[in-house]
């Protein structure tokens, strides 16, 4: 299994633009997470979809970041316009089953820096 | 609500000592404990989990955990530190509100192991 595969591995853009985040779940996973992880605030869950709908978005720190997710094998999450303090590295992870303390498999990350 | 707190924000050991790295919970009821861990850029790998049953809880790569009830407890411990266990550990603890399956975080332990 290729495991959770996310692109771009690394974007930098500038303060504005639009920056769109792309993950692939692991085959057959029906549960998938979209986290933030930055020195000072660690690592945080942004949403959280179950059978692609999203059950859980209270971590989506404001109307400039959404996420979709299309079909079981695809999710993006989305900052329109964004900011210098979005730079963080974002991961996605999936899991098997309804409960998410089920096994997370975590993407290796995209880094995104906001000029 | 839940949360999770792991003390040591950064911990060294010398190569071939024995490692114990902190984690606190606060949950009313059973938690689902988990103890993940971070190479320099990747994703998050899980290393052991507990649900019930056995206190005493073995893990990949040589880790161990054991479940404290009465200390709200759920410490990480190695016998005897590689080199290569140098990373970022993480705590977790699985919380379940109505539909929602999601894992609080700890802010994590940077570990450094020393020649």
């Known amino acids: 299994d290729a495991g959770v595969i996310q692109s771009p591995r690394h974007e930098v853009t500038e303060m504005g633009q639009e920056v769109t985040l792309r993950c692939k779940p692991i085959s057959g996973h029906n549960s998938l997470f979209w986290y933030r992880q930055t020195m000072m605030r660690g690592l945080e869950l942004l949403i959280y979809?179950?059978?692609?709908?999203?059950?859980?978005d209270s971590g989506m720190p404001e109307d400039r970041f959404s996420a979709k997710m299309p079909n079981a094998s695809f999710s993006t999450l989305k900052i329109q316009p964004s900011e210098p303090r979005d730079s963080a590295v974002y991961f996605c992870?999936?899991?098997?089953?309804?409960?998410?303390?089920?096994?997370?498999?975590f993407g290796p990350g995209t880094r995104l820096t906001v000029l | 609500a839940q949360s999770v707190t792991q003390p040591d924000i950064h911990i060294t050991v010398s190569e071939g000592a024995s490692l114990e790295l902190r984690c606190n919970y606060s949950?009313?009821?059973?938690?689902?404990l988990f103890w993940y861990v971070q190479s320099p850029g990747q994703g998050l790998q899980l290393l052991l989990k507990y649900f019930s049953g056995d206190t005493l809880v073995q893990g990949i790569k040589g880790f161990e955990a054991e479940f404290k009830r009465s200390q709200s407890s759920f410490n990480l411990r190695k016998p005897s530190v590689h080199w290569s266990d140098a990373a970022e550990y993480f705590c977790?603890?699985?919380?379940?509100?109505?539909?929602?399956?999601?894992?609080?975080w700890g802010l994590g332990t940077s570990l450094a192991v020393n020649p």
């Open positions: 992870a999936s899991t098997a089953g309804d409960r998410g303390w089920n096994e997370q498999f």
């Open positions: 979809f179950n059978n692609n709908v999203p059950i859980d």
């Open positions: 949950y009313g009821a059973t938690p689902y």
């Open positions: 977790a603890v699985g919380a379940n509100a109505g539909n929602n399956r999601k894992l609080i």
